[in-house]
C-alpha cells in the first residue's frame, strides 16, 4: 500500500512540472506584444489579435497579417502595407450577384470582350447599322446615314452631294458631224464625278455606223482645244435608249466638259440626246 502512495505521489509531481512548463511557455496578455524579445521566448496567446512569436529578436504574428481597418463583406481585400490588408475598390459580384462594383473610376490600357476588343454590338443600350464606332470630332461615315433634326449653333457648314444633269441635243436629219461639240460646254466647278452616261435615238435612223459619243474633259479653256476623253458610249443603227451602267468618272476642279461624236455614218440620222448624271465634290 505504501508502494502504491509513493508512485502516485511521484505521478502528481511529474503533471505539476508538465503544467508549470506549458504555463512558461504560453502567456495570455490582453494587448499585442511591443519592443524587442529574446529567444527562446515563450508563445504568447492575445485575446483580440492572436499569437505571437519571438522571431529574429522581433514579435511576429502567427497569423501572418492583419487587417489595418474593417473588412467590407463582399469586397476584395488588397495589401495595404508589408503585413496588412484592406478593402479594396472592386467587389466580387456577391452583393448583387454577376455585377462587379467599384467605388473608383476603373482604367485600363484597354477593355476587351472575352479576348476580343470592345466593339459596338457589346454597348448595352442596343445598337443599329453596322461597322466602326465614330468619335464626336470629324466623323466620317458611309453608306446611307439617317440623322434627326439637326440644331446648330456658331459657325457651321452641311454639305451633301448635289446632282446635276447635263444634257446634250442634236436634232434629227443631215450627217453626223464628228470630233466637234454637239451641245453646251459645262463647269465642273469643285470637281465631279459622272455617275452614268445615257443616250436616246429616236426617230428616222438611215445609220450603217453606229454613233459613238463621248464625255471629254476640256481643261480650263472652254473652247475645249486639247479634250480629253473621259466616256465613250457606242449606240447603235436602231433606236433605243444605251446605258453606260453605273460608273465613276472624276472631272477636276475648275474644268469644263462636253460631248461629242466620235465616229457614226448616218444619211439621214435620227435626233438624238444624251445625259449625265454628275455629282458634285
Known amino acids: 500500500m505504501r508502494a502504491i502512495i509513493v508512485v502516485l505521489a511521484a505521478l502528481a509531481s511529474a503533471c505539476f512540472v508538465a503544467a508549470q512548463a506549458v504555463h512558461e511557455q504560453v ?9 524587442a524579445c529574446s529567444e527562446p521566448a515563450p508563445i504568447v496567446k492575445v485575446s483580440d489579435t492572436g499569437a505571437y512569436m519571438c522571431i529574429g529578436g522581433v514579435w511576429t504574428s502567427l497569423r501572418g497579417f492583419t487587417s489595418s481597418a474593417a473588412l467590407t463583406a463582399g469586397y476584395i481585400p488588397a495589401a495595404s502595407g508589408p503585413s496588412s490588408i484592406d478593402n479594396s475598390h472592386v467587389d466580387d459580384g456577391v452583393t448583387t450577384p454577376g455585377v462587379v462594383t467599384s467605388t473608383e473610376p476603373i482604367s485600363a490600357p484597354a477593355y476587351n470582350v472575352g479576348a476580343s476588343p470592345l466593339a ?98 476640256c481643261g480650263t479653256s472652254a473652247t475645249c482645244s486639247a479634250p480629253v476623253s473621259l466616256i465613250l458610249l457606242t449606240t447603235g443603227t ?40 454628275l455629282r458634285q465634290n
Open 27 to 35: 502567456r495570455v496578455l490582453n494587448a499585442a506584444p511591443t519592443g
Open 120 to 217: 459596338a454590338s457589346n454597348l448595352s443600350n442596343g445598337t443599329t447599322g453596322s461597322g466602326a464606332v465614330v468619335l464626336a470630332a470629324s466623323p466620317t461615315l458611309s453608306g446611307t446615314t439617317t440623322i434627326p433634326t439637326l440644331r446648330l449653333s456658331g459657325t457651321n457648314t452641311v454639305t451633301h452631294p448635289a446632282r446635276s444633269y447635263p444634257t446634250w441635243h442634236v436634232p434629227a436629219g443631215g450627217t453626223i458631224t464628228l470630233n466637234v461639240p454637239v451641245g453646251g460646254v459645262f463647269w465642273a466647278g469643285e470637281g465631279a464625278t459622272i455617275e452614268r452616261f445615257t443616250a436616246n435615238l429616236a426617230g428616222t435612223n438611215n445609220c450603217s455606223t453606229a454613233p459613238v459619243i463621248r464625255v471629254m474633259d
Open 238 to 277: 436602231t433606236n433605243g435608249i444605251f446605258d453606260s451602267g453605273a460608273i465613276a468618272v472624276a472631272i477636276a476642279t475648275q474644268h469644263f466638259f462636253t460631248a461629242e461624236f466620235t465616229a457614226g455614218n448616218c444619211t439621214g440620222k435620227p435626233s438624238f440626246d444624251a445625259a449625265a448624271t
